[in-house]
Nanobody, 124 residues
């Protein structure tokens, strides 16, 4: 069993930056890919970014490419999402998730463990 706890969310003006962290416990995440998803008000949960086991492969949804960067520190059992040039449409609850694979996967049904989420609000 893996427990995931997100932190780093908050309120920021458009153009600003935030860095989300996802701390894992219960089992090392170094054998697994990791991902970030988000759910905006009134919308379905969507994939944001994913990273493979050692960080060699990353995937991003088109709307965040060039602005968001996913990274990981396996020694700290932690995954990060650096978010720059934030836009109001990035407002959402952001979730960290762990799949049962070492790859960077984009489908939510490939993820087995989920955090509780952290709120990100971007004002114009």
């Amino acid at each position: 069993q893996v427990q995931l706890v997100e932190s780093g969310g908050g309120s920021v003006q458009a153009g600003g930056s935030l860095r989300l962290s996802c701390a894992a416990s219960g089992r090392t995440i170094s054998s697994y890919g990791m991902g970030w998803f988000r759910r905006a008000p009134g919308k379905e949960r969507e994939f944001v970014a994913a990273i493979s086991r050692f960080g060699y492969t990353t995937e991003y949804v088109d709307s965040v490419k060039g602005r968001f960067t996913i990274s990981r520190d396996n020694a700290k059992n932690t995954v990060y999402l650096q978010m720059n040039s934030l836009k109001p449409e990035d407002t959402a609850v952001y979730f960290c998730a762990a799949p049962k694979t070492a790859m960077a996967v984009t489908r939510s049904d490939e993820y087995s463990y989920w955090g509780q989420g952290t709120q990100v609000t971007v004002s114009s």
